[in-house]
């Protein structure tokens, strides 16, 4: 048993004190929880459905929202005590909890790479082809992954351009390597980054690398034992890979394309049909946490929480710089005070843009995930409730300012001049060189 249960389980008796504190606590839980449901709402059954939700995560940065929500009690001043925030193993345990779902001993939803979602609600990625409908109801954060390199490339200039890697990869696999490099799970954000990143130096990712799949924590001990040439990952596992001289940052994502659309809020379709209102309560309070984690102000404390045992078990000195956008490459290249830290509120961080999962989508054609004949459109309407985020937005009184306009961002460019516009996901597949589809 560890300290905090211990203390928790010793039988001694409260003092006055610790009673009058106690008190103090639910009195202003209490009085939180009214606030954010009014005139007695519980009584009259205008709360939540269900006090519980179990969510998933991985031990990623961009899952601190959830965290948060948690150990900061927003949750629970939405009427939602009982929200279990469940680590994960990997993506592909938590397509496999969520597929159970909550009522047989899975998850409800969960921090989530933006094009999983989609993956599963088509049944691409699950067991037997089995759909099973889920919903992103907000956008967790922008940027702030990146793509990382073995120190066996450390005198290359290898940065977003990569063209120095396809003559050394080339000589590897002519000496009878394996090249290999690591996303997180096919189809994901990490695996489209890297793709994207290499293809663009004319390096395809089915052919001239070997792509394998390592869960988030475990990428770092793989590069330290020779593993992998490259892998992109979220953090805070590529600051710790220089923090501990294995490897480099070749370049952040945001690098790639500024003010990327990175990590969402997934629930099970069934959950949130079945449950309205404990559906709008959970948004409200990821997005409360979102609001809190963006302070700059806030990122010491937030290191220090999610570095806890309990949740990413991680150093804060492998999570406080990129955090606040100190970028140590690890290639002797440091850039202080950089705009590449991560966003979970600013910039509309939090609102899922129809369009960007337009891309995800498009990018998923590309290689193959989804038919060339995919109705973009329609699938992504079916998936993305933007109109879920509007409705928990504006019940925790989010500023009109703060809430887009529009469901799409327009037109989106890239590091390598490519411009994706998503209301002609064709003409950006066809500027394409290196792909799968056939368009």
């Known amino acids: 048993m560890d300290k905090k249960n211990s203390e928790i389980a010793s039988p001694s008796l409260?003092?006055?004190?610790?009673?009058?504190?106690?008190?103090?606590?639910?009195?202003?839980?209490?009085?939180?929880?009214?606030?954010?449901?009014?005139?007695?709402?519980?009584?009259?059954?205008?709360?939540?459905?269900?006090?519980?939700?179990?969510?998933?995560?991985?031990?990623?940065?961009?899952?601190?929202?959830?965290?948060?929500?948690?150990?900061?009690?927003?949750?629970?001043?939405?009427?939602?005590?009982?929200?279990?925030?469940?680590?994960?193993?990997?993506?592909?345990?938590?397509?496999?909890?969520?597929?159970?779902?909550?009522?047989?001993?899975?998850?409800?939803?969960?921090?989530?790479?933006?094009?999983?979602?989609?993956?599963?609600?088509?049944?691409?990625?699950?067991?037997?082809?089995?759909?099973?409908?889920?919903?992103?109801?907000?956008?967790?954060?922008?940027?702030?992954?990146?793509?990382?390199?073995?120190?066996?490339?450390?005198?290359?200039?290898?940065?977003?351009?990569?063209?120095?890697?396809?003559?050394?990869?080339?000589?590897?696999?002519?000496?009878?390597?394996?090249?290999?490099?690591?996303?997180?799970?096919?189809?994901?954000?990490?695996?489209?980054?890297?793709?994207?990143?290499?293809?663009?130096?004319?390096?395809?990712?089915?052919?001239?690398?070997?792509?394998?799949?390592?869960?988030?924590?475990?990428?770092?001990?793989?590069?330290?034992v020779g593993n992998m040439d490259a892998f992109c990952v979220g953090e805070p596992w590529n600051e710790q890979l220089v923090n501990q001289g294995v490897g480099f940052t070749a370049c952040t994502t945001g690098e790639i394309w500024a003010k990327h659309p990175e990590k969402a809020l997934g629930l099970r379709a069934e959950w949130v049909d079945k449950n309205p209102r404990a559906a709008k309560a959970l948004i409200a309070a990821v997005l409360e946490a979102q609001q809190w984690c963006d302070k700059m102000e806030n990122k010491q404390e937030l290191a220090e929480i999610v570095g806890k045992r309990q949740w990413f078990n991680v150093p804060v000195t492998d999570i406080i710089g990129r955090l606040k956008g100190d970028v140590n490459y690890g290639n002797g290249r440091v850039e202080k005070g950089t705009k590449q830290y991560m966003k979970f509120w600013r910039d509309f961080a939090s609102y899922p843009f129809k369009s960007h999962d337009a891309w995800f989508v498009t990018e998923d054609i590309r290689w193959g995930k989804f038919e060339p004949t995919t109705d973009i459109k329609a699938l992504v309407g079916k998936v993305n409730r933007d109109d879920l985020w509007r409705e928990a937005a504006k019940s925790i009184g989010v500023a009109a300012k703060d809430i887009p306009p529009s469901s799409s961002r327009g037109k989106e460019t890239f590091f390598d001049g490519k411009v994706f516009d998503p209301e002609n996901p064709q003409a950006y597949l066809k500027s394409l060189a290196i792909k799968r589809a056939q368009v």
């Open 14 to 224: 409260p003092d006055r004190r610790s009673v009058l504190k106690g008190a103090a606590s639910a009195a202003a839980t209490f009085a939180a929880v009214k606030t954010s449901f009014p005139a007695g709402a519980f009584a009259q059954g205008a709360g939540p459905e269900v006090t519980k939700a179990i969510l998933g995560y991985i031990a990623l940065i961009d899952a601190s929202p959830l965290v948060i929500a948690k150990e900061k009690g927003f949750f629970a001043k939405h009427g939602l005590p009982d929200v279990d925030v469940s680590k994960q193993a990997s993506w592909g345990a938590t397509r496999d909890n969520l597929v159970l779902g909550g009522d047989k001993n899975g998850i409800d939803g969960a921090h989530i790479l933006t094009p999983m979602p989609y993956l599963i609600s088509t049944g691409k990625v699950t067991q037997n082809n089995v759909p099973t409908p889920m919903y992103i109801a907000a956008r967790l954060n922008l940027d702030a992954q990146a793509i990382s390199v073995s120190n066996e490339y450390k005198d290359l200039e290898v940065t977003t351009n990569a063209s120095s890697l396809k003559e050394a990869f080339a000589k590897k696999k002519a000496a009878g390597k394996e090249v290999k490099v690591a996303m997180t799970f096919p189809g994901g954000t990490h695996d489209l980054w890297l793709r994207y990143w290499l293809a663009a130096a004319g390096i395809d990712p089915d052919k001239d690398v070997s792509t394998i799949v390592v869960p988030p924590p475990q990428m770092v001990a793989n590069m330290k």
